[in-house]
């Protein structure tokens, strides 16, 4: 099986520009209504270095969305190894609700994505739910999270979260829900009957 070369220099910074420059665009919300060959004047390259890299729409998208993953993925494993377990999935999904809200075009752009039939896109979400799983399974090894209550019912209420997020005072009744999630996620505690005085 013949190994993928690494790109030139020059290849690997005119991709880095291209979804640099489309990242811009879905930040904006105007990935949609751009024509696709424009992406290659705003990046700065020619068109048959758009197509080289990106054959279609769909393919710069993907490839923008599976590079927002990534980096969130990263940030798991980091917070996973230099955190107590509990503190990590609390950073974590802290830190999710301010990225949805530093780059909220870019959230609607990924949500309008998520609803076509992109294996890629399922497959790129999965990683997604997999750090989060591993990071809620580091808690429950701890003692710390209840075990009844897997990663998939976390992903859905970040998915409600993020398609929620224009709704007026969208920001603190984020951080509203994902307080209720992290306290829901507890262990029961044992409750200690009140010290009675003579």
């Given at each position: 099986?013949?190994?993928?070369?690494?790109?030139?220099?020059?290849?690997?910074?005119?991709?880095?520009?291209?979804?640099?420059?489309?990242?811009?665009?879905?930040?904006?919300?105007?990935?949609?209504?751009?024509?696709?060959?424009?992406?290659?004047?705003?990046?700065?390259?020619?068109?048959?270095?758009?197509?080289?890299?990106?054959?279609?729409?769909?393919?710069?998208?993907?490839?923008?969305?599976?590079?927002?993953?990534?980096?969130l993925?990263?940030?798991?494993?980091?917070?996973?190894?230099?955190?107590?377990?509990?503190?990590?999935?609390?950073?974590?999904?802290?830190?999710?609700?301010?990225?949805?809200?530093?780059?909220?075009?870019?959230?609607?752009?990924?949500?309008?994505?998520?609803?076509?039939?992109?294996?890629?896109?399922?497959?790129?979400?999965?990683?997604?739910?997999?750090?989060v799983?591993?990071?809620?399974?580091?808690?429950v090894?701890?003692?710390?999270?209840?075990?009844?209550?897997?990663?998939?019912?976390?992903?859905?209420?970040?998915?409600?979260?993020?398609?929620?997020?224009?709704?007026?005072?969208?920001?603190?009744?984020?951080d509203?829900?994902?307080?209720?999630?992290?306290?829901?996620?507890?262990?029961?505690?044992?409750?200690?009957?009140?010290?009675?005085?003579?």
């Amino acid at each position: 099986m013949n190994a993928v070369k690494p790109l030139r220099a020059d290849a690997r910074r005119n991709r880095e520009a291209l979804l640099a420059k489309a990242r811009e665009v879905f930040d904006a919300g105007g990935f949609f209504d751009l024509r696709f060959d424009d992406f290659a004047e705003l990046a700065g390259v020619g068109v048959g270095t758009l197509y080289r890299h990106f054959p279609s729409r769909e393919a710069l998208a993907e490839a923008v969305y599976h590079g927002e993953i990534d980096a969130l993925c990263q940030r798991a494993r980091r917070l996973a190894a230099t955190l107590p377990a509990e503190e990590a999935l609390a950073t974590f999904l802290r830190g999710m609700i301010d990225h949805i809200d530093a780059h909220q075009g870019l959230a609607r752009t990924l949500a309008t994505l998520m609803t076509t039939d992109s294996g890629a896109l399922a497959e790129t979400g999965q990683a997604l739910e997999q750090a989060v799983t591993d990071l809620v399974s580091a808690a429950v090894q701890d003692g710390v999270v209840r075990d009844d209550v897997g990663a998939g019912a976390v992903m859905m209420a970040l998915h409600g979260i993020g398609a929620a997020h224009d709704r007026p005072g969208w920001r603190a009744e984020a951080d509203g829900v994902i307080t209720l999630v992290l306290d829901g996620l507890l262990r029961p505690r044992s409750v200690q009957a009140p010290t009675r005085t003579p």
